[in-house]
């Protein structure tokens, strides 16, 4: 039984060793600018978020980015608060964002795959990312994400701070 359990630990250790390496271990790409970025579009469903829509909407309106190449379209999933009003003022006062908002529930998927749904369909991007309205993004995220799937022709997961996060 104690042979088992040691085995079963030793296994167990050595799974989680590889997790961890796999971590640290990535292939960094330089970044070559090209003539004719893509298109991208960035999709944020948000609901009732007041308190963090306006940093990520001016950290995603300060990207290093060509403006006539990116959207930002925020969907505003039947919030209470002053999330719809913080939008259209976004989209009011920068031509890159739009604004979308959810009225009813969908019988068909959850809220925010909904949400996320309806921004997509409206998106013009050759390249779409999304973030949640908590987080926040440096100036070059837009950039790095669109660079990372255009050359490696695949889907790309990259990090976002959350807002409060040291």
Same mark, same amino acid.
């Given at each position: 039984?104690?042979?088992? /359990? ?6 167990? /250790? ?8 796999? /971590? ?28 963090? +829509?306006?940093?990520?909407?001016? &950290? ?9 190449? /990116?959207?930002?379209?925020?969907? &505003? &999933? ?9 939008? #259209? ?11 979308? #908002?959810?009225?009813? +529930? ?11 749904? +309806? ?9 779409? +990312? ?22 490696? &022709? ?13």
């Amino acid at each position: 039984m104690s042979l088992l /359990l040691m085995l079963c630990a030793g296994i167990y /250790l050595a799974f989680v060793l590889f997790i961890i390496a796999g /971590l640290f271990r990535h292939n960094e790409q330089s970044i070559i600018s090209t003539d004719q970025p893509p298109v991208v579009s960035v999709v944020i469903a948000a609901r009732n978020e007041e308190n963090n +829509l306006p940093d990520l909407i001016q &950290d995603l309106v300060n990207q290093e980015y060509p403006l006539d190449q /990116l959207e930002v379209i925020i969907v &505003d &999933d039947r919030s209470t608060d002053s999330t719809a009003k913080i939008s #259209r003022e976004a989209a009011e006062s920068f031509a890159v964002v739009k604004y979308l #908002r959810v009225e009813q +529930l969908s019988t068909e998927m959850t809220p925010k795959k909904h949400a996320l749904t +309806l921004g997509i369909k409206m998106a013009r991007g050759d390249v779409i +990312l999304s973030t949640d309205a908590d987080c926040r993004v440096g100036k070059l995220w837009v950039s790095s994400m669109a660079y990372s799937v255009v050359q490696q &022709d695949s889907i790309s997961i990259g990090y976002s701070k959350v807002a409060g996060e040291s």
